[in-house]
Structure formats: structure tokens, C-alpha cells
């Protein structure tokens, strides 16, 4: 999900400075919402690799409806083997043809120095594709999907009835992420929301998908004031991007919804525990002042994805953070 989401603000980039170019996304379905957002120049093909688009056969089915369409240029963000064998067609039709190169040695060296600088970000790695393709003055410029003040709530989803606001500072919580080394123990971050829930001039909006998840998020609605679960209450992402939109801050771990929010400027307040803001997946436009991160662990970061478990079982990277600080860190962006 991360990965899709760091392309818009590239795509976006590239349609507004070069609107005489047609260009269609391919990317799963759940993306449309949100690339929907994009300039007119920009159009949405889904594609379902369980189904239609499964195996060997329906690669070559993809393949043949993108031969369709006529492309002259083909930029690949992703480089999986998927993409790979998509490309060897697009080569082979004599298209020009870039892809992102993810830079695994430096990423490698990155995890290993004593000394963490910054590696080039993932929104350079994907502008540099089209750079290649031989947009050279290519430069990433987007601010946000939407214009100062979000979007429009009683529009999006009036289904959803949050259109007043009593209370003057609203707050994101989204405590999840892909694997174990990127999420803040439960039981603190409810010390967290219990903090966060006693200002009565906040209300926190919890996000989060799944059943589990879901059962998290509703328990502590029901116990902490001016806090609700917006986990099953949104029709799709489009519509959580909007209410995002309205936030004055979120509170994220290293996740999909640190870069939804960004999508929308909002501030984040991002906690990192197995992997580091420096390795190049820094929401876009998010400031390191708004990291929270033990910079006293050598383990850290023991990878780039965070996908290897704790070699001392502790994940004291998360552990050792307080609630407190993350509280402080929150209340700040006041």
C-alpha cells in the first residue's frame, strides 16, 4: 500500500508539468479513489491478479490490453516479476521503457553504517523513472490532493455524520502497520489514547482495518471520551483520505496511513521502531522534528521494510518509548 501511495505525489508532479501527456496508472483497484484525484491528463486501469489478471495467462491478457491503449513510454515504479516480464513485452514492442532502481546495495550499506544519512527517497527513485524516459527537467512539486482546508466531509460522505465540530483540534490515531517491528505495544499506545482523550478540546478518530484491528479500535472508543473507531465506516479509501484531510495532526507508526495523511499535508507525528525515517520512506513533506525514534540502539534499523523479527525478542526499539513522549510530542503540533 505504501508503495502505491509514494507514487502520487510524483504522478501528480509529472501531469500538471506535462498536460499534453496521457498517462494511465495500473495498479490494483482499492487505488482509484485516490488517483481519481489526480489532473484529467491522468486515467485508472485496475487490475486483479487473483482473477482476470492471474498467472501466467492472464499476465499476457494485461499485457495485451496495455499494447492497446498504444503507449509510447512505459514507466515502471515497481520492479517486481510481474513488472519484469510486462517489460520484456513492452522492450520487445520496441517501447522506451525506464524502471525504478531500488538500490539494494546502498540500502544494505545504510542498515550496517554506524552513521545513518539520508538515502535518496523513494519519491526521487520513482521521479528519476521518468528522468530516464527523457523528461530530464522532471522536478516532484505537489503539496497536497486537495486545496487548504481538506475536503469537503458533508460531500464525500454523508453517510457519515461528522460535519460539526465542537471540539476545535482533531487527531488521528492509525496504531497499525504491516509487520510486528513497526508497531508501537498496544498497551502503551492505550496510554496514549487515554492521555490524548482527556483534553477536552480534542476529539481522535481512530483508523485501522480488519476484524482484529476493528475489535482494538471499537473497545477503546467505548472506554476513552471523545474517541471514535472509524475502522468498517468508510466506503473506501477515497473517503478515509477525506476525513484525513481534516485533521490538525495524525499519529502514525511507519505505515500506509503516515503517507495517505501526507497525501493530504496533514502533520504526522510518526513513531519507528525496526526500520529509520532516514532510509528514504519518510512520509512526503513530514519534517524529522515530528519522529519519534530511539537514536540510542545500534540494532536500529535492522531493516528497511522491518520484516526480520527482534534478534532479542524485546523489539526495545518500541519498548523503550514512552507514552508520555509520544503524548507531548502530539499535544505540540498545537
Request: proline share 5%; charged share 25%; hydrophobic share 40%.
Amino acid at each position: 500500500m505504501g508503495d502505491v501511495l509514494m507514487t502520487i505525489p510524483v504522478i501528480d508532479s509529472f501531469a500538471r508539468q506535462y498536460p499534453d501527456v496521457r498517462i494511465t496508472v495500473v495498479s490494483r483497484p482499492w487505488a482509484k479513489p485516490l488517483f481519481d484525484l489526480l489532473p484529467s491528463n491522468v486515467s485508472f486501469l485496475g487490475v486483479d491478479f487473483r482473477g482476470a489478471h492471474s498467472g501466467y495467462h492472464g499476465l499476457n491478457l494485461l499485457g495485451r490490453r496495455l499494447l492497446g491503449l498504444q503507449p509510447t513510454h512505459i514507466a515502471d515504479l515497481h520492479d517486481v516479476l510481474r513488472t519484469k516480464w510486462l517489460r520484456l513485452r513492452f522492450n520487445m514492442a520496441g517501447l522506451k521503457v525506464s524502471h525504478i532502481k531500488k538500490g539494494r546495495r546502498a540500502r544494505k550499506a545504510f542498515i550496517q553504517s554506524e552513521q545513518k544519512t539520508q538515502q535518496k527517497t523513494a519519491f526521487e527513485k520513482y521521479a528519476d523513472v521518468f528522468r530516464r524516459l527523457g523528461f530530464r527537467d522532471f522536478q516532484v512539486t505537489f503539496h497536497s490532493l486537495f486545496d487548504e482546508g481538506g475536503a469537503d466531509l458533508v460531500k464525500v460522505m454523508p453517510h457519515f455524520n461528522i460535519d460539526t465540530r465542537p471540539e476545535p483540534y482533531w487527531i488521528g490515531v492509525a496504531p497499525f502497520a504491516a509487520h510486528e517491528g513497526k508497531v508501537y505495544p498496544l498497551q502503551m499506545m492505550e496510554q496514549v489514547i487515554k492521555q490524548l482523550s482527556k483534553c477536552g478540546d480534542t476529539r481522535l478518530f481512530l483508523f485501522g482495518a480488519g476484524s482484529d484491528e476493528k475489535e482494538v479500535l471499537e473497545a477503546w472508543a467505548k472506554r476513552y471520551p471523545h474517541t471514535e473507531s472509524i475502522a468498517g465506516k468508510l466506503q473506501n479509501i477515497g473517503e478515509e483520505l477525506a476525513l484525513i484531510s481534516k485533521l490538525n495532526v495524525m499519529l502514525t507508526m511507519d505505515s500506509g496511513n503516515m503517507h495517505l495523511a501526507s497525501l493530504a499535508a496533514v502533520p504526522v507525528v510518526s513513531i519507528w521502531g525496526a526500520t529509520h525515517p532516514l532510509g528514504g520512506f519518510l512520509g512526503y513533506g513530514q519534517k524529522m522534528e515530528n519522529v519519534i525514534q530511539r537514536s540510542d540502539l545500534p540494532c536500529r534499523p535492522c531493516s528497511i521494510y522491518g520484516n526480520k523479527p527482534c534478534q532479542f525478542n524485546d523489539y526495545r526499539c518500541l519498548t523503550g518509548i514512552q507514552p508520555e513522549e509520544i503524548v507531548k510530542k502530539v499535544e505540540r503540533r498545537k
